[in-house]
């Protein structure tokens, strides 16, 4: 595997694990069909294949629900690779552990990141963090793709970054992309903080709180109109009987986790 010259005295910087101890822990297999990353099985893939993801969810449930969608699995895949660190690294400090967030984004090929300001107390869950992502892979491939964007796109790092930085608190941590290399910016730039922080009343919260991190089985729009659509009148019926009278009480209840019996 070759690292370019002008790279080689970045990989110590920074806390551990470095990017130098991931690139020593990294193991290709290719006869075996395997690549791993100190035990932990990866995959190496096209940029495309993030971007033909994209496209398809929005194609099929519309920008709003794909974004969601990507918000959720870059979230869990935030919080895995959080885990993962700390299992993999088990004596590392963390704050160590913390920042290797930003590195594991960068030795996958995903965005390089630039620190801005990064304040945390995970005692008193304090948090506020600015960053800048430079040649982020989302931001790239759908400016290739579709030109100048309206609005930020990199939905899966985002929610990556929050999946990540949560793990090391009590309080969600989420991060919102307030510029973006596909909308003609420099590059992508992302501020966290805590949900208290941000506000329960802020819209991306909202969305990240009612749709994000939702525990209930949902549908889309357009299948929750064809399933209308093709549904039996007596399956509207009982639906009226029987779910619509406690509907909203069912909604509490899902939001808090709690399984219930009608």
């Excluded at 806390?15 to 395997?34: I, W």
């Excluded at 940029?47 to 929005?58: N, V």
């Excluded at 329960?200 to 089985?217: A, H, N, Q, S």
Aim: glycine share 8%.
């Amino acid at each position: 595997m070759k690292t370019h010259r002008d790279e080689l005295e970045f990989l110590d910087r920074g806390g551990r694990p470095t990017l130098a101890d991931m690139l020593d822990r990294m193991t290709f297999r290719p006869s075996r069909g395997s690549i791993e990353l100190n035990g932990a099985r990866m995959v190496l893939s096209r940029a495309t294949f993030g971007a033909d993801l994209q496209d398809e969810l929005i194609r099929r449930f519309g920008e709003h629900e794909a974004m969601v969608l990507l918000l959720r699995l870059g979230y869990r895949n935030g919080r895995e690779d959080a885990e993962f660190i700390r299992r993999a690294w088990p004596n590392l400090d963390i704050g160590d552990a913390f920042t290797a967030g930003t590195r594991i984004h960068m030795v996958t090929g995903t965005v390089r990141v630039e620190t801005l300001h990064n304040d945390f107390d995970f005692k008193n869950n304090r948090f506020s963090g600015d960053f800048l992502w430079h040649d982020s892979v989302e931001a790239m491939e759908y400016a290739r793709r579709h030109g100048r964007a309206t609005k930020p796109v990199c939905w899966a790092q985002t929610g990556y970054a929050a999946g990540y930085a949560s793990v090391f608190f009590s309080k969600l941590i989420l991060y919102k992309e307030v510029s973006c290399a596909a909308m003609g910016d420099k590059s992508c730039r992302v501020v966290g903080k805590t949900v208290d922080d941000w506000g329960k009343d802020d819209p991306f919260v909202r969305i990240f709180l009612d749709e994000v991190l939702v525990t209930r089985p949902e549908t889309s729009p357009r299948m929750r109109k064809e399933g209308v659509a093709q549904g039996s009148k007596a399956a509207g019926i009982l639906e009226d009987m029987i779910v619509a009278p406690v509907h909203r009480e069912l909604e509490q209840l899902a939001r808090a986790g709690l399984s219930t019996l009608i």
